[in-house]
């Protein structure tokens, strides 16, 4: 062992057992401390990073999927109910070849199309079509699972058989269960996707032939029922306008009576219907010319056929009439064609028209008194846009607010946030309690370092009567004390009656210096020995 090194273990150790109790106590928790960092610091290090090998499996696919890993002597973890399986990031391709070569995951009761390679060239018509409808399904439960939120999927399909023999064939209809993952739920958007996939994937199904049920027993579609109509339709309209007008009123109200002291609530009826209006008009302007303009006259003046009667039966002239024979005939027509304007409007009107609106609004009496009501009033009506020829009506009212359930809450709130801040401050106290033992524990052992490496102080007296100290020659100890004293003490010497006791400190001190100066290795270790013998004494 190096000398350097054997020397500060030893000081080290020396420093340690002149230590209290109390003092080694606090050095035992600290290093425990040191040594639980480490110990945390390096496990966290050196675990490994989990990544998603697969997700959505079945059972069956999930325990073959740990079977293989088991195998393979790859570590592995469980998540969503088992549903997951995670490994170390960089055995994520790895085992997903390995887990592929297994033919993993493969979930017998989906199938899919793959149900069709297995069939052979005997199978009956029945076989066929059965095996066709399970296809059917297995890829349509493998599109639903593959939705947001969605665990698992089945499908169930009912398709009328066709035949000559039946005058009308039933429209074929379907059924989907869904697993749901914890705490999501589907939304109206999500049910009118699976039902619109479902039925635009069979020929002749319509959307409404969909049913869709969740694992929880919820009829999130019903036969005959338009999927999603409750909120993509009226009511989601009629509930937005509603939310949009109560929101401006309740934050123009929050501004004046103050947050919690009014309550609005709004009513209307949309007129969701759509209509297309066409009208033509016709103009035209009386100083406008005239396209064109023609006028005929025909005159005739004359001798003409005296003869004249009157027709018999069978068209024949009955003679005897009588006439002059003189004759006169005038015709005169004008036709003028003018410039005419032509006017089509077409009018639509979109959905979404308010055809009448009530608003309600309660303000709480204890803090609604210095207002005018009258002006509140019609502050609310210009907020939420009033027409009063439409039939809309509006009313305000002062009313006492119960309170008692707001003040539990914050009584619950302000306990909850007590016990929240106190659970922190005591662990703030713990890990400083912590951090201050393992310093003091730090400062203890630096400064007793530093206290063993620093110098003694002279003492007036030094026994060393058990150090055996290598011969010398025998100095007169009055001229050795002279030598090693300055000027100063060498005339207080002089003046002074001479000290035996004293003369002879001063002479061993002298000698152990020379001694130490000549051999300081052999001299540390003779005092190192003395040490451990007077500790162990």
Request: proline share 4%; no cysteine; glycine share 8%.
């Amino acid at each position: 062992m190096p000398e350097k090194f054997s020397v500060a273990l030893g000081r080290v150790g020396g420093a340690v057992r002149e230590f209290t109790v109390a003092q080694r106590t606090l050095a035992l928790i600290g290093l425990a401390g040191i040594a639980l960092v480490v110990v945390a610091l390096v496990v966290w290090a050196n675990r490994p990073t989990y990544a998603p090998l697969f997700t959505g499996l079945s059972a069956q696919d999930a325990s073959a999927v740990v079977e293989v890993l088991e195998g393979e002597g790859v570590g592995y973890e469980l998540a969503d109910g088992g549903s997951s399986v995670l490994v170390a990031r960089d055995a994520v391709y790895r085992m997903r070849l390995a887990t592929a070569a297994a033919g993993l995951p493969a979930d017998s009761s989906q199938g899919g199309y793959s149900l069709l390679d297995d069939m052979g060239m005997s199978s009956s018509e029945f076989q066929q079509t059965t095996t066709y409808k399970r296809a059917l399904e297995g890829e349509l439960a493998a599109t639903i699972g593959a939705l947001d939120g969605v665990r698992a999927a089945s499908v169930r399909l009912a398709l009328p058989e066709k035949t000559v023999f039946v005058a009308e064939t039933p429209d074929p209809t379907a059924s989907v269960f869904v697993t749901l993952d914890r705490g999501t739920t589907l939304s109206s958007d999500k049910v009118q996707a699976i039902t619109h996939l479902v039925s635009a994937s069979i020929e002749g199904m319509k959307a409404t032939d969909v049913a869709v049920v969740d694992s929880a027993g919820t009829v999130l579609s019903a036969v005959g029922a338009t999927p999603g109509a409750a909120d993509s339709g009226t009511d989601k309209r009629v509930t937005a306008y509603e939310s949009r007008v109560g929101a401006a009123v309740q934050t123009m109200l929050d501004r004046i009576v103050g947050p919690g002291r009014a309550v609005v609530s709004v009513t209307a009826e949309l007129d969701l219907d759509s209509r297309t209006t066409t009208s033509e008009k016709f103009e035209s302007p009386d100083e406008r010319l005239p396209l064109t303009e023609k006028t005929e006259r025909e005159e005739f003046k004359g001798p003409g056929n005296g003869t004249s009667g009157v027709l018999g039966p069978d068209n024949i002239a009955v003679p005897g009439g009588t006439g002059t024979g003189d004759g006169e005939y005038l015709n005169e027509s004008s036709t003028v064609t003018n410039a005419v304007d032509k006017i089509t409007e077409i009018t639509e009107q979109t959905p979404g028209t308010v055809r009448r609106q009530s608003v309600s609004v309660a303000v709480d009496s204890a803090t609604g008194n210095a207002l005018v009501m009258a002006d509140l009033q019609q502050l609310v009506a210009t907020a939420a846009g009033i027409d009063p020829e439409r039939g809309d009506v509006v009313t305000v009212q002062r009313m006492t607010f119960d309170t008692t359930a707001a003040d539990a809450a914050a009584e619950a709130l302000a306990a909850d946030e007590a016990a929240a801040a106190a659970a922190e401050r005591e662990t703030l106290i713990r890990n400083a309690a912590i951090a201050g033992v393992t310093l003091l524990a730090l400062l203890i052992a630096v400064f007793a370092l530093r206290r063993r490496r620093a110098p003694a102080p002279e003492r007036l007296a030094l026994d060393l009567g058990e150090i055996d100290v290598r011969p010398l020659a025998a100095p007169d100890p009055t001229a050795l004390a002279l030598d090693v004293v300055d000027e100063a003490q060498r005339t207080l010497v002089a003046s002074r009656p001479v000290d035996r006791a004293q003369i002879e400190a001063d002479a061993k001190r002298a000698a152990v210096m020379s001694a130490a100066d000549d051999d300081p290795g052999d001299m540390a270790d003779r005092i190192r020995a003395l040490m451990d013998s007077g500790a162990r004494s």
